[in-house]
């Protein structure tokens, strides 16, 4: 395989299935190597094993990514493997049930949620930093529409999404002139394990939520993480991109 990431190392964390596994083939597909970690192993030697079908390089680590030993575990095996890390790609998330309003919300489903949407993206920046700094790389956090606009049931799964926006700023400004960017991507409905739990039996809702009128695939959502990872978005950081078929403009 050959292409604009050739030599280079991706991490991501979610890689076993959706959003995660759609982008670990597009980094592959590009010719990076890609380190994987999740919690299930059988979902995630089966990106692996996607990815060795198209004649890529790929390693998973079984990870919950709201452990600190487990994420330092994850980002040591890349490391170990191939010696270097250029891209972190942090997209594991949970949506956390049920919705239901703030008075009702379970504080150890907030707890949970938090833990692993936000505490997880953190702790990955932190082991992921050093490494990726020394390549020049990239970091994208998959955020949401979620974190850009309000809405009932999920106060977490907002809350949480919104501080990813934020924590993404942060760590952008902190690296800003070393050259690593940090970005974040806000997916509309993206038609993955986590929307069919979601919005199960209500395909035609979440299609008119939509301004272009459907989900979008996990492709397009990998897309979109590959392009700000690559240098045809050199002088992008900071930013939290909607790839959302248009719901953030109305
Ligand atoms: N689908 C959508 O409509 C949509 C929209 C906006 C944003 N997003 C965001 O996109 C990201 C990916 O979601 P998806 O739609 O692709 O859903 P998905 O198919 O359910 O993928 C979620 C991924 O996160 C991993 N994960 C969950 N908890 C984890 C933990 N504690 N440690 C490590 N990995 C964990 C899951 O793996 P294991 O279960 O194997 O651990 C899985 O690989 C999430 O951050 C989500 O919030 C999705």
Redesign the pocket.
Known sequence: MSGIFEGKVALI????????RATALAFAAEGARVAI????EA??QETVRLVEQKGGEALFVP????IPEQTERLVGSAIERWNRLDFGIN?????GTPFVPVTDYSIEVWDHVID??LR?MFLAMKYEVPHILKQRGAIVN?S???GLIGGPGGCAYYASKHGVIGLTKAVAMEYATAGVRVNAVC????R????ERFWKGKEGIVDGLHPMGRAGT?EEAAAAILWLCSPHASFITGQAVPVDGGVTTR
Do not use: K
């Open positions: 964390t979610g890689g076993s299935s959706g959003i995660g970690g999740a919690r299930r979902e995630g990870t919950d990514v709201s997209n594991a998330g949970i949506e692993v949407n997880g998959v949401s529409v979620a997916p509309g409905v993206i993955t394990e986590m929307a996990p």
